[in-house]
């Protein structure tokens, strides 16, 4: 009997051991810790993962209010304090959301809520609660706000750029055809040449809002950080005036990022400058790179995903910034200059990070300085050489073909006829979507030269019913702004081959020379390519049909680890791979999620969907969650997957 009592209370402790790993395991996954407040002693006592919320050793805590000094920050002890008071005053729980300060320097965001626990009488004698680290839902709240700001702005801008681009058309083009006929007066020609200049200084501009805004696509190519930030450094200087001590502290060998190089130096020049506002009496400014491996828990604190980046950290010794300004720099028309300031320049830079793939980080104490960390991905290639331009002999554009030009704009339509005619082109015109047509169902037309915003019946539409009814029309979309919903709808091989305005006669007359001459053509483009990933044949097949249907080109693959080699390879060839679908499940192979990851770490900007047969599932309902861009569900349904590979890719 006494040794059946033993072995039963041997059990009893090991599933009491065994339940308090598993809780204490749960709140580590949850970020959750628990806590009891004994009110008569004033002291606390806390389960494991508040220690590791806290970032406090146990040798440090005694169970007093002395870790509120310890750990919350400074601009939240009052209002802790304050909530314990009420607490024994009203005998109620206070939910409370505050900051701490990590050893590190860090600030995470925490909730803490209870219950209060009476005795007999009815007397308060304890509370009993928990403490979670909503730092990361923080996070995303933040991000959801400042992107639907950019967004509202974005409409704003986007709307204006088209109009602007417009003029700038008129002013580049009529420039040109007056540069050609004013050649032998050499004073004129000059006057002309600082049109075009002034001209295509606001062309950048408007390219620049406009990728701020996220409506058109920036000049991604893979750079040389170190040869940017040297190349940039005379200028800086300059800029900085002699007050401010400008240090490069690069690291040997860094590794190349892909980025619009315009924007970086866009970025690192508001960096500076805002960093010098902030240097009043002078000080210094430091640009320095490293090449950083983050974990999942790092890349979480930056907003991205694990993997490798660059980090370029701008560090000043100025006024710094306190907790209320650090948490709007990068709002819209936010500054602290007062009329001299327009707030756009580190939304600027916010915008551009994210278009890049990747993240910023600011730390920053009052009185003492600030550091802004941007965070690029890492690129598998080795940096791009950008071959010299070559001056265009526009004799040598010429032709007789016929062509097609449509817009609703009635200048444009005649700033065409005034660039194309001159060559020997014969020019028609249409105001809109239907008298194209029209004139297509009467006319022999090589090209087709169209607007993309028109009422009605926009570019897409058109194109979209030329190449259906007149295949061997050749086509052209000209546009000053796209929107990304128009995008959706439209042609991924037309949207690649877009046309930017403003552009200049030149410009036009070497695409439209191109396209005739075959060299370029709507359908010469390679079609986007999609690797599935199944391990059932009979679904890859199905995927393949629907894909090959749609007009993607498709690999495929019966496990994550022959998925990550073929994607491996892809990056040393000219064409990558597009856009990746994997199965979410494989049974004694490689998964979907592990899969993502490996290949994040080999590009962490691949477009990556989940594929599964059911939509309930934790990588399906929050896919960005485990590093995917989209989720498809396996109902095979050709317009659902049509829709998720353009928003993956646009």
């Given at each position: 009997?006494?040794?059946?009592?033993?072995?039963?209370?041997?059990?009893?402790?090991?599933?009491?051991?065994?339940?308090?790993?598993?809780?204490?395991?749960?709140?580590?996954?949850?970020?959750?810790?628990?806590?009891?407040w004994?009110?008569?002693?004033?002291?606390?006592?806390?389960?494991?993962?508040?220690?590791?919320?806290?970032?406090?050793?146990?040798?440090?805590?005694?169970?007093?209010?002395?870790?509120?000094?310890?750990?919350?920050?400074?601009?939240d002890?009052?209002?802790?304090?304050?909530?314990?008071?009420?607490?024994?005053?009203?005998?109620?729980?206070?939910?409370?959301?505050?900051?701490?300060?990590?050893?590190?320097?860090?600030?995470?965001?925490?909730?803490?809520?209870?219950?209060?626990?009476?005795?007999?009488?009815?007397?308060?004698?304890?509370?009993?609660?928990?403490?979670?680290?909503?730092s990361?839902?923080k996070?995303?709240?933040?991000?959801?706000?400042?992107?639907?700001?950019?967004?509202?702005?974005?409409?704003?801008?986007?709307?204006?750029?088209?109009?602007?681009?417009?003029?700038?058309?008129?002013?580049?083009?009529y420039?040109?055809?007056?540069?050609?006929?004013?050649?032998?007066?050499?004073?004129?020609?000059?006057?002309?040449?600082?049109?075009?200049?002034?001209?295509?200084?606001?062309?950048?501009?408007?390219?620049?809002?406009?990728?701020f805004?996220?409506?058109?696509?920036?000049?991604?190519?893979?750079?040389?950080?170190?040869?940017?930030?040297?190349?940039?450094?005379?200028?800086?200087?300059?800029?900085?005036?002699?007050?401010?001590?400008?240090t490069?502290?690069?690291?040997?060998?860094?590794?190349?990022?892909?980025?619009d190089?315009?924007?970086?130096?866009?970025?690192?020049?508001?960096?500076?400058?805002?960093?010098?506002?902030?240097?009043?009496?002078?000080?210094?400014?430091?640009?320095r790179?490293q090449?950083?491996?983050?974990?999942?828990?790092?890349?979480?604190?930056?907003?991205?995903?694990?993997?490798?980046?660059?980090?370029?950290?701008?560090?000043?010794?100025?006024?710094?910034?306190?907790?209320?300004?650090?948490?709007?720099?990068?709002?819209?028309?936010?500054?602290?200059?007062?009329?001299?300031?327009?707030?756009?320049?580190?939304?600027?830079?916010?915008?551009?990070?994210?278009?890049?793939?990747?993240?910023?980080?600011?730390?920053?104490?009052?009185?003492?300085?600030?550091?802004?960390?941007?965070?690029?991905?890492?690129?598998?290639?080795?940096?791009?050489?950008?071959?010299?331009?070559?001056?265009?002999?526009?004799?040598?554009?010429?032709?007789?073909?016929?062509?097609?030009?449509?817009?609703?704009?009635?200048?444009?339509?005649?700033?065409?006829?005034?660039?194309?005619?001159?060559?020997?082109?014969?020019?028609?015109?249409?105001?809109?979507?239907?008298?194209?047509?029209?004139?297509?169902?009467?006319?022999?037309?090589?090209?087709?030269?169209?607007?993309?915003?028109m009422?009605?019946?926009?570019?897409?539409?058109?194109?979209?019913?030329?190449?259906?009814?007149?295949?061997?029309?050749?086509?052209?979309?000209?546009?000053?702004?796209?929107?990304?919903?128009?995008?959706?709808?439209?042609?991924?091989?037309?949207?690649?081959?877009?046309?930017?305005?403003?552009?200049?006669?030149?410009?036009?007359?070497?695409?439209?020379?191109?396209?005739?001459?075959?060299?370029?053509?709507t359908?010469?483009?390679?079609?986007?390519?999609?690797?599935?990933?199944?391990?059932?044949?009979?679904?890859?097949?199905?995927?393949?049909?629907?894909?090959?249907?749609?007009?993607?080109?498709?690999?495929?693959?019966?496990?994550?680890?022959?998925?990550?080699?073929?994607?491996?390879e892809?990056?040393?060839?000219?064409?990558?791979?597009?856009?990746?679908?994997?199965?979410v499940?494989?049974?004694?192979?490689?998964?979907?999620?592990?899969?993502?990851?490996?290949?994040?770490?080999?590009?962490?900007?691949?477009?990556?969907?989940?594929?599964?047969?059911?939509?309930?599932?934790?990588e399906?309902?929050?896919?960005r969650?485990?590093?995917?861009?989209?989720?498809?569900?396996?109902?095979?349904?050709?317009?659902?997957i049509?829709?998720?590979?353009r928003?993956?890719?646009?």
């Amino acid at each position: 009997m006494h040794q059946k009592t033993t072995e039963d209370d041997v059990r009893a402790d090991d599933a009491l051991r065994e339940t308090r790993q598993m809780l204490e395991k749960a709140q580590q996954i949850a970020r959750v810790g628990s806590w009891v407040w004994d009110i008569r002693s004033q002291k606390f006592s806390w389960s494991e993962e508040m220690f590791r919320i806290f970032d406090i050793a146990k040798d440090e805590f005694d169970g007093t209010n002395r870790l509120i000094d310890l750990a919350v920050h400074p601009d939240d002890r009052g209002r802790v304090l304050a909530a314990q008071r009420e607490i024994q005053a009203t005998c109620k729980p206070v939910p409370l959301e505050y900051r701490i300060v990590r050893k590190d320097g860090s600030i995470a965001t925490v909730f803490a809520n209870g219950e209060c626990v009476f005795d007999d009488a009815g007397k308060l004698v304890r509370m009993v609660g928990t403490c979670q680290d909503v730092s990361l839902q923080k996070h995303h709240e933040e991000q959801i706000r400042r992107s639907q700001k950019m967004d509202a702005l974005g409409k704003l801008t986007g709307g204006v750029a088209h109009d602007y681009n417009n003029m700038l058309g008129v002013i580049l083009g009529y420039a040109g055809l007056l540069q050609d006929a004013l050649a032998n007066d050499p004073k004129l020609s000059d006057y002309i040449k600082e049109i075009q200049r002034a001209a295509e200084r606001g062309a950048t501009l408007s390219r620049k809002l406009l990728s701020f805004a996220s409506h058109t696509a920036t000049k991604e190519a893979v750079s040389d950080l170190t040869a940017v930030l040297t190349s940039a450094q005379d200028l800086l200087q300059k800029t900085l005036t002699p007050r401010i001590t400008l240090t490069l502290d690069l690291v040997p060998d860094v590794w190349p990022i892909n980025v619009d190089r315009g924007d970086l130096q866009d970025a690192i020049l508001n960096l500076s400058i805002n960093a010098m506002h902030a240097m009043e009496l002078g000080g210094n400014l430091t640009l320095r790179t490293q090449n950083k491996q983050l974990n999942d828990r790092q890349s979480k604190s930056v907003g991205v995903t694990a993997g490798d980046y660059v980090v370029l950290s701008v560090i000043d010794t100025g006024c710094g910034m306190d907790a209320e300004t650090l948490g709007r720099i990068f709002d819209p028309f936010f500054t602290t200059k007062g009329a001299q300031g327009a707030g756009l320049g580190l939304s600027m830079v916010y915008g551009f990070v994210q278009r890049s793939g990747g993240g910023i980080k600011v730390k920053s104490i009052p009185g003492k300085g600030s550091v802004f960390s941007l965070y690029f991905p890492r690129h598998a290639r080795l940096p791009s050489v950008v071959p010299p331009a070559h001056a265009v002999d526009v004799s040598l554009l010429r032709g007789t073909e016929t062509i097609l030009v449509v817009d609703d704009e009635p200048v444009l339509l005649r700033l065409a006829q005034e660039m194309l005619a001159p060559q020997g082109y014969q020019v028609l015109t249409a105001s809109n979507g239907a008298d194209a047509l029209s004139t297509l169902s009467k006319e022999s037309v090589d090209l087709l030269l169209s607007d993309v915003i028109m009422p009605t019946m926009d570019g897409y539409q058109l194109a979209a019913k030329v190449a259906q009814l007149w295949p061997s029309v050749k086509i052209q979309l000209l546009s000053g702004f796209v929107d990304k919903r128009r995008l959706e709808h439209g042609n991924l091989q037309l949207d690649k081959n877009l046309l930017q305005k403003p552009f200049t006669m030149e410009e036009l007359l070497v695409r439209v020379r191109a396209l005739l001459d075959g060299g370029l053509t709507t359908s010469s483009y390679d079609k986007p390519t999609v690797l599935v990933m199944d391990d059932d044949e009979s679904l890859r097949e199905l995927f393949q049909i629907n894909l090959e249907r749609l007009g993607y080109q498709v690999i495929l693959s019966a496990d994550g680890a022959q998925a990550a080699a073929q994607y491996k390879e892809s990056l040393s060839k000219a064409r990558h791979i597009d856009a990746v679908i994997l199965d979410v499940s494989v049974p004694g192979g490689m998964g979907g999620t592990e899969t993502a990851r490996h290949i994040l770490s080999l590009n962490p900007r691949a477009k990556l969907i989940v594929s599964s047969g059911g939509s309930f599932g934790p990588e399906m309902t929050n896919y960005r969650e485990y590093g995917f861009s989209g989720a498809i569900e396996k109902t095979f349904n050709r317009e659902h997957i049509d829709r998720v590979i353009r928003d993956v890719l646009s």
